[in-house]
């Protein structure tokens, strides 16, 4: 019978570290489509 290990503490902060980044670089899209930085014709 084989055991596997618990996760261990650092997977779990890396997937909150990736949700995070990915919540900081859809916010700066956004800001850059709402002032104008990026063209409406580039937003689908």
């Known amino acids: 019978m084989s055991e596997t290990d618990p996760p261990t503490e650092t997977e779990g902060r890396t997937a909150v ?18 002032t ?5 014709g580039l937003v689908p």
């Open 17 to 34: 570290s990736e949700d995070w980044a990915a919540t900081v670089v859809g916010l700066v899209l956004l800001a850059l489509v709402l």
């Open 36 to 40: 104008g930085v990026i063209p409406v």
